[in-house]
């Protein structure tokens, strides 16, 4: 089982899971409440929180758009 620290925007979520970090994303995209704020990108890190400044080759960074539909989410 993985430890994913999770980051978009001001969403920020530890979660423990055998589901791909893709999955993973989608599912925490579920815990969102009215005063998160998301970026364009989920950064999906084992090792700690990550964001555009710090994420390397290691961070599985993923389009905030692609992790909306994955959780059957619509945009409007």
């Known amino acids: 089982m993985s430890k994913y620290y999770i980051k978009c925007g001001s969403l920020q979520l530890i979660y423990s899971t055998s589901k791909s ?3 993973a994303a989608a599912q925490v995209l579920w815990e969102t409440n009215k ?3 998301l970026d364009e ?3 999906i890190d084992e ?3 990550r ?3 710090s994420a390397d080759k290691l ?3 993923i389009p905030t758009e692609v992790v909306m539909k994955l ?3 619509e945009i409007e």
Do not use: I, K, L, M
């Open 41 to 43: 990108y989920f950064y």
């Open 35 to 37: 005063h998160d704020v």
């Open 71 to 73: 959780a059957n989410w």
């Open 21 to 23: 970090e893709s999955e």
């Open 51 to 53: 964001d555009y400044t």
């Open 59 to 61: 961070t599985q960074v």
């Open 47 to 49: 090792r700690g929180y």
